[in-house]
């Protein structure tokens, strides 16, 4: 018997029991669907960490001390952190040997104007920032000979402004002309309103405070010396981008586990229904079973038979799971973010060609070890056990006609 004929009776016999082989494929579907969308998740969301973190631009970041690292999360994503730092620290900072460039800064909330609900978030800054933020396409410093804002193109968009026009903040009305829109960054730079550090200082009401130091260093590879020098300044501690990198991540560990966990049990419940369903199917099969072994079929042709059936529901399944997954994937985005405290910007699923391969292999590894039973099972049928097993399924079956 060869492959061919295998494979043309696995066929047949999923599309003579339909409901049964789409119930299993779904099982598939969802569990490969959970765990391609994990391995996603994962993947996108330590892409928009690390690309938030290549975007700040900086080594280190020098904020009060006493405030929780949690809190440098939140300068990343235009957060609001609890504490200030007096302006005066910035030149004991600047005139340290290590220093390269830097950017002193302080961020608050204002009413915006475009809903009465909704709130501007404003970002005050130092010349620096316009030679550490690459992705802000601007060649020279614009506050250097006229006040105005700088504002991320979601922001504009949201605002229905451009380059050129004015925009009025809070409560104060003081208008600051559009001096550049920043292009999509796919940061929360997107929707943030950069001013002058003492305009944004005067707007928020905390006159020669700000919330942090962001610094480039010289040479990377003095990063300690540097950090224990920043520390010295009175009130100031120092966070470095591997600090960040850890305290954000650690808030995905929370959904991961709660995924995992799904995961784990989805996948648990389609191995089950591929066992369950393939040995129901060696009952159902019991005739054909019986024709492969009077006209010479072994042992071992007869357990591929089963494990075919199973390896095709699991191919099935697993390529329409990745479709699945690809249409879920802006629901659990949404989803994921609400539980994540300042998530970054953008989608933070990713699916790569590797996690697809992987979702497809974990489908078939499962198929493969469902049918391990169900194939044995089939395949050490002796001819007499089939004709008794085939004369019992057709007594059961009568009897329950009668019964009903």
């Known amino acids: 018997m060869n492959l061919f004929v295998l494979i043309n009776f696995s066929f047949k016999n999923l599309k003579r029991n339909r409901n049964r082989t789409f119930l299993t494929i779904l099982s598939v579907v969802i569990s490969i669907t959970f765990l391609i969308s994990f391995l ?33 999360a939140l300068i990343m994503h235009g957060g609001i952190i609890p504490n200030y730092l007096n302006e005066s620290v910035v030149p004991e900072i600047s005139s340290l040997q290590n220093i390269y460039d830097y950017y002193a800064m302080v961020m608050g909330v204002l009413p915006s104007q475009e809903s009465p609900q909704s709130t501007d978030i404003i970002y005050g800054v130092t010349d620096g920032v316009f030679n550490l933020k690459k992705n802000w396409e601007v060649s020279k410093n614009l506050f250097l000979n006229e006040t105005g804002a700088i504002i991320g193109k979601r922001k504009a968009s949201a605002l229905g402004v451009n380059e050129g026009d004015y925009i009025k903040l809070g409560n104060s009305g003081n208008k600051y002309k559009v001096l550049h829109v920043i292009p999509e960054t796919g940061t929360e730079d997107d929707s943030i309103i950069f001013l002058p550090l003492k305009n944004a200082q005067d707007e ?15 040479d990377i590879t003095k990063l300690k010396e540097t950090t224990t020098e920043i520390e010295k300044i009175k009130d100031v501690q120092v966070v470095t981008m591997n600090d960040v990198l850890s305290v954000v991540m650690g808030y995905i560990r929370i959904v991961r586990a709660l995924l995992l966990g799904i995961v784990i049990i989805t996948v648990l419940v389609s191995g089950i229904q591929i066992l369950n369903s393939a040995l129901i199917g060696v009952l159902e ?27 095709l529901v699991s191919i099935i399944g697993s390529l329409f799971a ?9 629901l659990l985005n949404v989803i994921t973010k609400s539980f994540i405290p300042s998530p970054p910007a953008g989608s933070i699923i990713s699916f790569t060609p590797l996690i697809l391969i992987y979702g497809v292999l974990f489908s078939i590894i499962v198929g493969f070890i469902a049918g391990i039973y169900p194939a044995y099972k089939a395949g050490s049928l002796s001819p007499s056990e ?19």
């Open 204 to 218: 928020l009401n905390v006159p020669g405070k700000i919330t942090g130091v962001a610094i480039s260093l010289k």
């Open 40 to 72: 996603g998740l994962i993947e996108g969301y330590n892409k928009a960490i690390m690309k938030d973190i290549n975007n700040l631009g900086v080594h280190l970041l020098a904020i009060p001390k006493g405030c929780p690292y949690e809190a440098t």
């Open 285 to 311: 099969q019991i005739r054909e079973i019986g024709v492969f072994k009077a006209i010479g079929a072994t042992g071992g042709q007869i357990a591929s038979f089963i494990f075919i059936q199973s390896f």
């Open 386 to 404: 089939v004709i008794r097993m085939d004369v019992l399924v057709w007594i059961s079956f009568h009897l329950l006609l009668k019964i009903c």
């Open 322 to 330: 990745i479709l699945a997954s690809y249409i879920i994937a802006p």
